[in-house]
């Protein structure tokens, strides 16, 4: 069992009562039966919400950038404080490192 199923475990025992969001990066790629292919990257207990067509974290990068959008002023701790947020555990989805197996030559291969 890899490290990050085993901090994935022991937050879902520490948290019974969040929820697991897995949040998936833009470079996991589909194969042709429509089913993902990937790694179960770090996951963390985080704050999120979602805004315009986003998901956002309550962390130093999304109060980051929403102060880019919005501006400095703007965005103070109460405000932030003051947004309705869900806690949860965030499993961030990697691309996969495990190697499975190709038998693209075996099936094209065959003549008919």
Known sequence: MSDNIKNLVRLINENPDL???PMVGQDIVADYTGEWVADVGVAEVL???IYGERVMFKNKKG???L??????????????????????IVVH????????????????????
């Open 93 to 112: 989805i990697e691309t996969p490192t495990v190697k499975l197996p190709d038998n693209t030559e075996k099936i094209y291969g065959k003549e008919q």
């Open 63 to 65: 109060i980051q950038m």
């Open 47 to 49: 704050e999120l919400c």
């Open 19 to 21: 929820s697991v969001i």
């Open 67 to 88: 102060k880019l959008e919005l501006g400095s002023e703007t965005v103070t701790e109460e405000f932030v404080d003051s947004l309705d947020w869900m806690k949860a």
